[in-house]
């Protein structure tokens, strides 16, 4: 069901591009030695040419041409053997060489596609536009002191990839599906690690809307640095209303930069006068194109691991799952990793189950990664064992997860020390059912009577009386039998 | 024996390595030298503690055995464009006031770890922007030759101080950058020898950017032998520069044999312009002669696109330009004129900081590469810039090097062409074309102008043949036998 905008005078459609900013995973900077570990004392990674010395010259960091065309190929893009780095020339005091290099007429990547996976297993095409490379600015800190504003560099260097989509999305879900799908793509070639509260990951967020039918293209407001994929639905919801609203009351949208205000909900309006920037890019003299061979590609394709998109795709196949559930556990690598793990030699439908319904529950309630997971993929599969032969039921599994959860403990001790083994002795049950057909006359007589949903009341019953030992599937045989 | 101060390079090493005299009284000499130089306004900062130290250092290594090569010992002069560490660097502009690097440039660097001693740091035009050294917030350089007339002269420019100091003996050699004819031109106004090498043989890292596609560090010296020697030990690939050409050097040195038999050398006929003294018109005709003489090949040629250069230099040096210096912004180093918000900042730092013609520039450039107008003027320059090497290049298909005059003038009198930058900027139209197309370049003194003003021919080669380029200097030098002295010089100061 396509999202629409209801305005006075009909419906509109929305047009969505996204600016991905993804910061390159990379020991050093784009074009200096300087170390790009996040959270250090202020100023403390910034080398000469980071803080823009005079004489300073950028060398170019392999590793990061290495780590766009690794992205590049995951994002099944173009991937451009010769590409040229240009100034962005623009003045702001944490931007210390009065320009960002960055790649304008030629990129390192060209166009793609990303498969979004939508909430009800249907999947979307998003185009990639462009992916290049360029310099992070450094930080201005207007908060240390009343009248002066204080200016970290660390930051200032640090290569990032700027990810341009197609305008090919309508709805804020598909934004949100496009960025979680961006992210879990860089993360498994380990070119980004996404960490979206560290800034590693923001996004420029253009928005434009246009009657439904119409095909025309309107006016579209950027705004910048959007830092939460919640963050970009709101500000598409929001600027899609505004724009609405202004074009029904007769008013325009003005191409512009805008930000968003997460506590209020909003945009705003950037002043055009401090952001009406013409940039003047030219070709950086000081760097020579970047070129490189078909060779250094390929190499870089044969490591390339398995991506999300084959991933879910075999696990469609081979394990029979449906797209809902495959998608969701190829989101991390590590998930579809645990998984595998769990479902090899088991039934893996029941595994998937366990994982999506179980693990995660426990997994958001703690608010750790599955890497961190108290219960192992190990112990899982021996709680799913033990299910498996009858020693456990499915209800008692469920109570010693928890336990597991709680203990990082091994089942098959919890289930041996706790004395949880299921009881299916037929004569122990028959005694326990017995008992309750005799406790409660009242209800017998009912069943006679022919309300058969009684039934289940003596089920359960019979299982709280045997401490939830009992096997279901004997205390129902057995109640059928004593009960007709 | 000679005077300390009237040696060469390479007599002075000799002197040193036979112990005739240490490099301490080497280095004193020239020091003691200043004193009656100061009219001249060479140095930008003098750095006398630094060269004794380093000059004891020098014969300390010498008395061990183990001297770091010929230059070990020799004073030099570095232009105040050089990062050079602990030591004021100024770029001849207010906006570095007080700036002392903590790093030292490739090329001052390889100097110095070759053991050459540092005497000061040289004037030049702000920026090196500029064709006389009059643009220095420092104040102008003058020439040590004067002319007939008894005016104060420029030495030329931009590296102006760096000329002037070889040309008035208070150091044996000086660095220069050379972006559009900032080595030869001032080389050929005061009568000593100044290579541009190609783009790339010099690192840029650690010199103050002017123009990134076209500054190259190069040499003055007082012989082509010194050239070969001292651009021996400044040249070579840097990593830490991109535009750095991964290539072996040869030995300059060697490639001075006197020669030049069966060389082809190209005469081209653009850089014959209606405005050019007839003194020049001589002198090269005289340096043709003597190229013939020693057994080379004269050719005509043609560079029909010379006339485009200095318009297609005049757009890309200052759009260049206009991003390098946008780092000058007051935040980090240098001088800071408060202001009311950043941009008032900025404007208040840059307004005052930045002179005239560097403002001039900046402007130039950065309208040059305004939306709506790179097209019609960056890109279209960068074009013809492409089109201009690629006439060199097919040139030098028959020829091994170009002999023509190096500045369509004498130098001139101090003040003059100050409210004209069109004919400032043309003193750079025969080494500008060489410049954009990245070749090397030569100016060796070749005689006297009517009014005994030193003239320079220039010698351009291929693209790092340096080797032909000296080669056929050498025989330009000792055929012309230049020995005129400057009035500076010959007025009995010393």
Known sequence: ?484 | MAKLTELTIADAADGLANKDFSALELTQAYIDSFDAARDLNVFITETPDLAIEQAKASDERRSKGDTAGTMDGIPIANKDLFCTEGVLTTAASHILDGFKPTYESTVSGNLKAAGAVMVGKTNLDEFAMGSATVTSYYGPTKNPWRGSNNLDLVPGGSSGGSAAAVAAQMCLGATGTDTGGSIRQPASFCGIVGMKPTYGRCSRWGVIAFASSLDQPGTFTRTVKDTAIMLQTMAGHDPKDSTSAPFELPDFTAALSGDIRGLKIGIPKEYRIDSMPEAIEKLWQQGIDWVKDAGAEIVDVSLPLTKYALPVYYIIAPAEASSNLARYDGVRFGLRVPGESLDEMYENTRGEGFGDEVLRRILIGTYALSAGYYDAYYLKAQQVRKLIAEEFNQVFENVDALLTPTAPSAAFAIGEKMDDPIAMYLNDVFTVPSSLAGLPGISVPAGLDDNNLPLGMQIIGKAFDEETVLRVAGVVESQGNFTAKPSFLAGGAS
């Open chain 1, 1 to 484: 069901m396509s999202y629409l905008v209801k305005g006075e005078t009909g419906d509109w459609e929305v047009i969505i591009g996204l600016e991905v900013h993804a910061q390159v995973i990379s020991n050093s900077k784009l074009f200096s030695g300087a170390s790009t570990t996040f959270g250090s004392e202020p100023n403390s990674n910034v080398s000469l040419v980071d803080s823009a010395m005079p004489g300073m010259l950028p060398v170019i960091n392999k590793k990061c041409i290495e780590q766009a065309v690794r992205t590049g190929l995951g994002l099944k893009a173009q991937i451009n053997r010769r590409s040229v780095f240009d100034r962005k020339n623009y003045f702001y005091a944490d931007l210390p060489q009065g320009y960002q290099i960055s790649q304008f007429k030629h990129p390192i990547v060209g166009e793609g596609t990303v498969i979004l996976d939508l909430p009800d297993g249907e999947t979307r095409e998003v185009g990639i536009e462009r992916l290049h490379l360029e310099q992070d600015a450094g930080k201005s800190l207007h908060d240390q002191d009343p009248k002066r504003t204080f200016i970290d560099l660390n930051r200032s260097g640090v290569a990032l990839m700027e990810i341009v989509s197609k305008p090919d999305m309508r709805s804020p879900e598909d934004a949100g599906a496009y960025v979680r799908k961006l992210r879990s793509i860089v993360r498994y070639l380990g070119t980004c690690d996404g960490n979206m509260d560290e800034g590693s990951m923001r996004a420029d967020v253009n928005v434009s809307v246009r009657p439904v039918g119409s095909d025309e293209l309107r006016t579209r407001t950027e705004t910048k640095n959007v830092n939460s994929v919640r963050f970009m639905m709101q500000t598409i919801e929001y600027e899609a209303r505004r724009q609405v609203e202004a074009y029904e009351s007769g008013g325009e949208v003005v191409q512009e930069t805008r930000l968003f205000d997460s506590v209020k909900c909003e945009t705003r309006s950037m002043r055009s006068k401090e952001f009406a920037h013409d940039y003047r890019y030219f070709p950086d003299p000081d760097l020579l194109p970047i070129e490189f061979s078909q060779e250094f590609v390929d190499e870089i394709k044969a490591s390339l691991p398995e991506l999300p998109d084959d991933k879910k795709e075999r696990f469609m196949n081979d394990f029979g799952l449906s797209a809902y559930d495959a998608g969701v556990l190829v989101v991390e690598k590590e998930t579809a990793g645990y998984f595998e793990a769990l479902a090899k030699g088991r039934d893996a439908k029941i595994a998937a189950n366990w994982v999506i319904t179980n693990l995660f529950a426990v997994l958001n309630a703690a608010g750790v990664s599955i890497s961190k997971s108290p219960v192992s993929s190990e112990n899982l599969g021996k709680l799913l064992d033990l299910i498996a032969d009858n020693t456990i039921s499915g209800r008692t599994a469920k109570d010693v997860f928890e336990e597991m959860a709680e203990t990082v403990g091994d089942p098959v001790k919890i289930v041996e020390e706790k004395g949880l083994t299921q009881i299916t002795d037929t004569g122990e049950i028959e005694g326990i059912i017995d008992q309750i057909i005799a406790e409660n006359p009242k209800q017998v007589e009912q069943f006679k009577g022919g309300n058969e949903k009684i039934a289940g009341w003596f089920v359960g019953q019979a299982m709280k009386a045997s401490g939830g030992k009992a096997n279901p599937q004997a205390v129902n045989e057995i109640l059928k039998k004593k009960l007709s």
